[in-house]
């Protein structure tokens, strides 16, 4: 079992930055592929952002630019930076963690981007 835990979410103004951070259990988690999620009510949810064992990220074309994923194995955490932050990424945000083809899910952490 893997543990996920998000942190880091709270109220910014449009074109501000925020930065949230997941950690993820285990002695393994330099092999998880780490992803950042985000749904809003009424809507599925929609990777964000992931990235794998060997650091190589992808992203989705509405934050290619502004968000920037990164992980510290040393820390078992993953983070996911976001510059110039509009309304529209206002979104509850949740870190997922796979690994042996199991996927870990957190509770999520809201995101609030005010115009």
């Known amino acids: 079992q893997v543990h996920v835990v998000e942190s880091g979410g709270g109220l910014v103004q449009s074109g501000g930055s925020l930065r949230l951070s997941c950690y993820a259990s285990?002695?393994?988690?330099?092999?998880?592929?780490m992803g950042w999620y985000r749904q809003v009510p009424g809507k599925q949810r929609e990777l964000v952002a992931e990235?794998?064992?060997?650091?190589?990220?992808n992203y989705a074309d509405p934050v290619k630019g502004r968000f920037t994923i990164s992980r510290d194995n040393a820390k078992n955490t993953v983070y996911l930076q976001m510059n110039r932050m509009k309304p529209e990424d206002t979104a509850v945000y949740y870190c997922?963690?796979?690994?042996?083809?199991?996927?870990?899910w957190g509770k999520g952490t809201l995101v609030t981007v005010s115009s």
């Open positions: 285990g002695s393994v988690f330099s092999i998880y592929v």
């Open positions: 997922n963690a796979e690994v042996y083809g199991k996927h870990y």
């Open positions: 990235i794998n064992s060997v650091g190589s990220a």
